[in-house]
């Protein structure tokens, strides 16, 4: 068998990726669905260079879209949807409403509202088809870096914004994000007022 230590997920499943299941995956998996169950539908995944982050995100994905059960044993916990959709986000160091903005294929702008009325405009046209949607940004501390030092306010208020967004209960959608320390460490630079 042939490891891969590294993981790209905007570059989607191949047939070739494999997932070995760790007890650690398995919590962090059950941990979502609970959370996911009681209305919580933003999640950050934190850990050190090389833990499986990714490889968890593209296992999540397989499961979901090619019928495997390494992680998802019963894919009816997220809202009995008949299918699933992804938007994989690896980030850079560049705003997340430009990334956002290039994956939803619309123009960006320093208005925040065109990205939520695509993104509402996208949620209703799979809930039509009863599907589902996870959005993936992985490498997430790269987008905090350039928050941190580019208009932090209007940053983070915009994290803060799609958090929200995410989590209102009747929207069939889960963010995730994976980043190697926790948000605080990113923070250096910041005043005490943000």
Do not use: C, W
Not at 109 to 121: C, G, Q
């Amino acid at each position: 068998m042939k490891f891969n230590l590294s993981t790209n997920i905007s570059q989607g499943v191949n047939d070739n990726f494999k997932y070995i299941v760790t007890p650690n995956a398995q919590k962090v998996y059950g941990n979502i669905v609970d959370s996911f169950q009681s209305g919580i539908h933003s999640f950050s995944i934190i850990g050190t260079y090389g833990t499986g982050k990714s490889s968890f995100l593209m296992a999540l994905e397989q499961d979901l879209l090619k019928n495997k059960s390494n992680l998802v044993s019963e894919k009816s916990v997220f809202a009995n949807a008949d299918s699933f959709e992804f938007i994989n986000i690896v980030g850079d160091y560049s705003s997340l409403s430009m990334l956002l903005s290039r994956e939803l294929s619309i123009a960006p702008s320093d208005d925040s509202k065109n990205i939520f009325s695509a993104l509402t405009k996208l949620l209703k046209r799979l809930q039509a088809k009863n599907r589902f949607l996870f959005i993936f940004i992985d490498e997430f501390g790269k987008i905090l870096e350039h928050a941190a030092n580019n208009n932090p306010e209007k940053e983070l208020y915009f994290l803060q914004t799609l958090a929200e967004f995410v989590n209102v209960s009747s929207r069939n959608v889960i963010l995730i994000t994976a980043l190697h320390q926790n948000f605080g460490a990113y923070a250096y630079k910041l005043t005490e007022t943000l």
